[in-house]
């Protein structure tokens, strides 16, 4: 997953650099929307993995959902919970650690963007 996000963050900062290179700064302008989409794309995958990983426990174990879930999904508190996370199988712990990599990767994106919006309005 981090080799994904790396490679598209690579492309996104390629594009970047070729709008602000070869483009008008009326162009150069959607370059900061690169970011915005990648960030988007980490956020939606971000909550297909929590719905993953709720219905993996739903399946696996029932009780242990019922404590930490409100309806169709588990709880934020949940992911902090030393029980919760004790009776997670690996597969379920990838989902927890895919997770906290996307995060990681969202607040790279915001920060490009807010560097690649400094770069156009100098230009």
């Known amino acids: 997953m981090k080799k994904i996000y790396t490679t598209i963050i690579i492309i996104g900062i390629i594009a970047e650099i070729v709008l602000l290179f ?6 150069a302008a959607y370059g900061p929307v690169i970011f915005w989409g990648i960030a988007l ?28 879930s409100f309806g169709i999904m588990i709880t934020r ?29 969202l607040f790279l994106c915001f920060g490009l963007f807010a560097i690649s919006a400094i770069v156009i309005v100098l230009k």
């Not at 992911?79 to 004790?86: M, Q, T």
């Open 41 to 68: 794309l980490g956020i939606l995958n971000y909550g297909v993995n929590i719905f993953k990983l709720s219905d993996s426990v739903k399946r696996t174990k029932p009780e242990l959902y019922k404590k930490h």
């Open 22 to 27: 070869f483009f008008d700064k009326k162009i």
């Open 77 to 105: 508190n949940a992911l902090s919970d030393k029980e919760f996370l004790e009776a997670l199988d690996d597969s379920e712990q990838r989902i927890i650690k895919n997770n906290k990599t996307i995060f990681k990767f």
